[in-house]
């Protein structure tokens, strides 16, 4: 994603479209570098860029901390985790929270910023997902097993943290796993997404023949009539999962 605006019609509700964005990544590390540019200049060829003495600082530490939130929230662990590492080491940003770990930096911003830290990481799961099977849909495989390891590294996290609380003990990651592809699959604009007949059945056909046992008996139906109404041959398109 280079920062395109996702939009899509929302049946139910005209007036509140579903909007998908994201920051292009393209300008971080060119802001990056003009920012330690200027930087240098201004603390002179004996100053240093962590010293209180550079007045542009903060603001860098500002501008990254966003990034690396953007970063991580869309799925880029490693590139986020490049522009922690700028945070910590080359300006030396203090305080506790710039000791954290990637994952709960960015948990402890989202909440300094008001947004839960249940809440948040459901959102974060939901978009890991989504990112995979957009990726699945076009047909980067490659861009779908890193975003689905994402979800799968965030569900371990909050399954070690809040796993032991039985209000917030959250279903096995095989079933929330299987009712996202479900949604998907039959309401694709429920999640942010819209899929013709055939990305479904790209989709369908690339998932494991466990997962395809597990959603077929959900979107059989459903998609033969879709199948029905634009000319496509059901079976072919979704074949029944071998048992």
Partial sequence: RTGQIYYTPNPADPD????????????????????????????????????EKNTLRNGHITYLSNVV??????????????????IKDVLKAKGKIYQLSLHDFVIEKRRQAGVPTVEMTWALFV???R???????????????????????IYSTYLKRHGDKPHLKP??????????????????RAVGLSLPLILKARIYNALSPQMQRDVYPYIANPLKLQCQQEGLDFNIAFPAPKE
Avoid: C
């Fill in 127 to 129: 978009g890991a997902l």
């Fill in 16 to 51: 509140n479209p579903i909007v998908d964005w994201g920051p292009d990544w393209r300008f971080i590390e060119p802001t990056n570098r003009e920012y330690l540019r200027a930087e240098r200049i201004l603390v002179g060829p004996k100053g240093r860029i962590d010293d």
């Fill in 171 to 188: 279903r096995p990651f095989s079933e929330l796993e299987r009712n996202y592809i479900v949604t998907l699959l039959l309401r694709p």
């Fill in 69 to 86: 939130q953007m970063l991580y929230l869309g799925g880029r662990e490693s590139l986020a985790r490049k522009y922690y590492d700028v």
């Fill in 131 to 153: 990112n995979a099977y957009r990726a699945l849909a076009g047909g980067n495989n490659i861009a779908y097993a890193r975003h689905r390891a994402f979800a799968k590294r």
